[in-house]
């Protein structure tokens, strides 16, 4: 769906990244993940719901074999803001022992629901974790998390579209933008 559907709801405030943008950045990202792992097997671990289209996107733009698993976890509820309690509610279904898994997300934002993630995938004995995600918001973090791979830095605003909700609603929107508070306050 394009952000031009939605607009006279008055739900986004603007446009932050355009689908082209995004496409763009995803390829540059792509091309440091395939020198980084040259020679290596990759397994790619998407964090539903939200990773959805970065990881599809991702995964297309790579000139190499990859495979992918899912995790789903949670610590939001309902609200706009993290809990920090965590919740798997789908585990891999691939053994990580000795593997090269390259975590992706759609955003960072407190960093604690992903520092639990990256815990505890460690604890599975990998050969290495990284961290692909599309959104950081540096402002937000409680929690410092090394990422390998960024696509956006970005302000402390509510971000829907490119697999990002609120309520469910604007994941499929090609682009990203800004919610209106009115719409979740």
Known sequence: MDIEHITDDLDLEKTLF????IRNRLGELAKRIESDY???DLLLVGVLKGAVMVMADLARTLDRHVEMDWMAISSYGSGTTSSGVVRILKDLDADITGRHVLVVEDIIDTGLTLSWLISNLRSRGPASVEICTLLRKPDAQ????????????????????YGLDYAEKYRNLRSIGTLAPHVYS
Request: glycine share 12%; no cysteine; aromatic share 12%.
């Open 18 to 21: 355009s689908e082209d943008e």
């Open 38 to 40: 040259d020679g290596e």
């Open 142 to 161: 409680k929690m410092s998390v090394d990422v390998r791979y960024v696509g956006f830095d970005i302000a402390n605003e509510f971000v829907v579209g």
